[in-house]
C-alpha cells in the first residue's frame, strides 16, 4: 500500500510595499513655502521698526506718477502721505503723515509678495500635477526635466519682475539704504525662487524621481 508523500510547500515571499514618502513630501513643502511668507512678515514686523522705522518712501505718489489711470483713486492715499501744506505743523500730525507713509508702503510690499508667492506655488504644483503618472518611462521623464527648466525659468522671471518693481517704485527713493533695507524688501523672492528648486528636486512625484535620478526621492 502506497502511502502519500506531502511536500511542504514553499512560503510565499511577502511582496515589498513601495514605499509611500507623502508625509516627507508634505514636510519639504510645508518647510520650503513657509519660509518666503515667514520671512516678509517678520522683517516688516521686527527688522523695520528697529532698523528702518520713518524711511518709507511716498508709494501713492510714485505709482500715481507711473500710472496716471490711477491717479485718482490714489489721490486721497496721496493726500494722507503728503507734508501738511504751510511749512508748520506739529509732532503728532506729522507722526500721522509718517504712519500714513508706512502704512502704504507695507501694503504695496505685501502685495507684490503675495503676487510672487501664489504664482511661485501654482506654478511647482502644476507642474506636479502635470508629471504624477511615469508612462513612457525615460520619456515622461525628459518632459518632466524640460518642463521643470521651463517653469523655473518662469518664476525666476516672476519673482525678479516683482523686486525690479519694489526697487523702482520705492527702494530707489529711499535715502541712506543699506543692507537691512535689501534683506527686508527682496529677501523673500530670492526664497521663493529657493523654495520651488528644493520642491522640484526633493519633492517629485514618485513616478519619476529616485535615488540616483534627476529627481531626488526624499
Not at 509611500?20 to 522683517?43: D, E, I, M, T
Not at 507695507?106 to 501664489?118: I, K
Amino acid at each position: 500500500m502506497q502511502t502519500a508523500v506531502i511536500t511542504p510547500t514553499k512560503k510565499k515571499k511577502r511582496t515589498r510595499m513601495r514605499y509611500s514618502n507623502r508625509f516627507k513630501v508634505l514636510l519639504c513643502y510645508l518647510v520650503s513655502f513657509a519660509l518666503p511668507p515667514l520671512w516678509q512678515l517678520g522683517s516688516l514686523l521686527l527688522i523695520y521698526p528697529y532698523q528702518l522705522k520713518n524711511s518709507a518712501p511716498l508709494i501713492a505718489e510714485n505709482l500715481s506718477g507711473v500710472f496716471p489711470f490711477l491717479k485718482n483713486m490714489l489721490e486721497p492715499y496721496v493726500q494722507r502721505a503728503a507734508e501738511p501744506a504751510g511749512g508748520q505743523f506739529s509732532a503728532e500730525m506729522w507722526n500721522q503723515v509718517q504712519q500714513s507713509r508706512e502704512k502704504q508702503w507695507m501694503l504695496f510690499l505685501l502685495v507684490l509678495f503675495a503676487a510672487g508667492f501664489v504664482l511661485t506655488l501654482l506654478l511647482q504644483l502644476i507642474w506636479r500635477w502635470s508629471h504624477t503618472r511615469g508612462l513612457q518611462g525615460a520619456k515622461a521623464v525628459n518632459r518632466a526635466v524640460a518642463h521643470y527648466r521651463l517653469s523655473m525659468l518662469v518664476i525666476l522671471l516672476i519673482n525678479a519682475a516683482l523686486a525690479v518693481a519694489v526697487w523702482l517704485l520705492g527702494v530707489q527713493f529711499i535715502a541712506g539704504r543699506g543692507l537691512w533695507d535689501y534683506l527686508t524688501y527682496f529677501g523673500a523672492y530670492g526664497l521663493n525662487v529657493i523654495a520651488a528648486f528644493v520642491c522640484f528636486r526633493l519633492a517629485a512625484p514618485p513616478a519619476i524621481s529616485g535615488k540616483k535620478a534627476f529627481f531626488k526621492r526624499l
